[in-house]
């Protein structure tokens, strides 16, 4: 695995996000990381980047032995984005970036992202990417599971009709239109299957935050994230 090298000195927290899909997790994530000249990583292009690479290679996304033998064979690279303040996955030196929000690519990907050895090895990855500290690192369980004693741990919540407006904007802006009515039921199900699921599933850890970011712009979700960070660095 390669990261970049980190250099501003002083203590740099770690921040664990979770929430479920289309909550802005990545967006909200993005301002906080920028605002502290933080690293932000959307741990759910990790699971997108090996489903898509999967069906690439036309191995089985339903087999766990072939989806982790690929997994073992890439060569993974985390590098900053354009604007420094994300880190962004590549697989054997390709950015991954405009393959992995298809619909096709998602709804694979929560099967791929129940698999035992998949999350452990991506679990993995994320902690060593995580574990200097200076990190928003965004998901489904990296404040209950990945970094159970993160510094600062945010639930991010919205309701349904919230979120499937605002992955139809995500969506449509990464060059995938879609409608409403469909992106609400994948987005419904997705839910399902992260609450459900077996391994880490979705969840609220002890001594996190809540936000309910329905009536809220993802600015004032960040300024409140904020608010928290630095009353944490008072301690
Ligand atoms: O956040 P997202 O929709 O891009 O995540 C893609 C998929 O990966 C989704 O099915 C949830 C799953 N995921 C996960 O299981 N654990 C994480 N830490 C992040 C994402």
Redesign the pocket.
Known sequence: MTTPERTKKGRRLIIAM?GP??VG??TVGQLVAKDLGYFFV???????ALTWKAMEEKVDVTDESAVMSLARRLSWEFLPSENGSSLKTYLDGESVAAH??AEDV?RK??A???MPSV?QF??DL?RRLGQEGGVVM?????ATH?FPNADVKIYLDASIEERAKRRIRQLRSSGHPAQLASVRDAILQ?DR??LE?KI?P?AYAEGATLIDSTRLSLHEVARKILKIVHERQKR
């Open positions: 979770d899909a289309g997790k990545s959307n741990t759910g292009e990790m699971y997108r992995i929000r998602s990907t929560s791929v992202a129940a999350r991506l679990c994320q965004e998901g489904r369980d990296i990945v997705r299957n992260d699921r880490n979705l």
